[in-house]
């Protein structure tokens, strides 16, 4: 029964942003694994407080995401 995790910094994604995440993720599984898993495919989204996720040092809050996003330095 595979279990899926994925972490996100909060207030990055919109409700239907992660909606449309789960169910993308769901179908790469059940692409993978068969059809016949999806009743027991977890897929599961963790929210971290902005400012609690660094990389390199360097904490990273919701505008730094977007600013990457838009293509913009962090």
Do not use: C
Not at 21 to 36: C, F, P, Q, R, S
Not at 56 to 63: D, R, S, V
């Amino acid at each position: 029964m595979p279990l899926v995790t994925i972490d996100v910094i909060k207030d990055v994604f919109t409700p239907n942003q992660k909606a449309d995440l789960i169910d993308k993720v769901t179908e790469a599984m059940i692409e993978v694994e068969g059809e016949n898993m999806r009743q027991v495919t977890w897929v599961r989204i963790n929210e971290v407080e902005g400012g609690d996720w660094a990389i390199g040092g360097h904490k990273l809050y919701p505008a730094d995401v977007h600013a990457l996003a838009a293509g913009k330095a962090a």
